[in-house]
Nanobody
Framework: QVQLVESGGGLVQAGGSLRLSCVAS????????MGWFRQAPGKEREFVAS????????YYANSVKGRFTISRDSAKNTVSLQMNSLKPEDTAVYYC?????????????????WGQGTQVTVSS
């Protein structure tokens, strides 16, 4: 059974940094894509970034490009999201997810498994 467990959320001032981690277990993920999404109160869940497990190729939403970096540690089955220059509008619950697809995977429905989410709050 696939499980995803996020950690690293918290409260930070605007301009600060946070690092989120997601540990995946339950199968091998070679050929799969791991992604980060976020959902602010009253808004739909939106794509943030993704990384192909095998190649390490990455894809970002325009709103975070240049500020966020997604990476993976295959030995530890962990995907991380380094978030710099945080803005109040980055405040949301952040979720990691896994998709068996390999193209840039940006839609919620394309992901099969989800973590429980971790809260990120950026104060102005």
């Amino acid at each position: 059974q696939v499980q995803l467990v996020e950690s690293g959320g918290g409260l930070v001032q605007a301009g600060g940094s946070l690092r989120l981690s997601c540990v995946a277990s339950g199968r091998t993920f070679s050929g799969w894509t791991m992604g980060w999404f976020r959902q602010a109160p009253g808004k739909e869940r939106e794509f943030v970034a993704s990384i192909r497990w095998s190649s390490g190729s990455t894809y970002y939403a325009n709103s975070v490009k240049g500020r966020f970096t997604i990476s993976r540690d295959s030995a530890k089955n962990t995907v991380s999201l380094q978030m710099n220059s945080l803005k109040p509008e980055d405040t949301a619950v952040y979720y990691c997810a896994i998709s068996p697809r390999t193209a840039p995977v940006v839609e919620v429905y394309e992901y099969n498994y989800w973590g429980q989410g971790t809260q990120v709050t950026v104060s102005s």
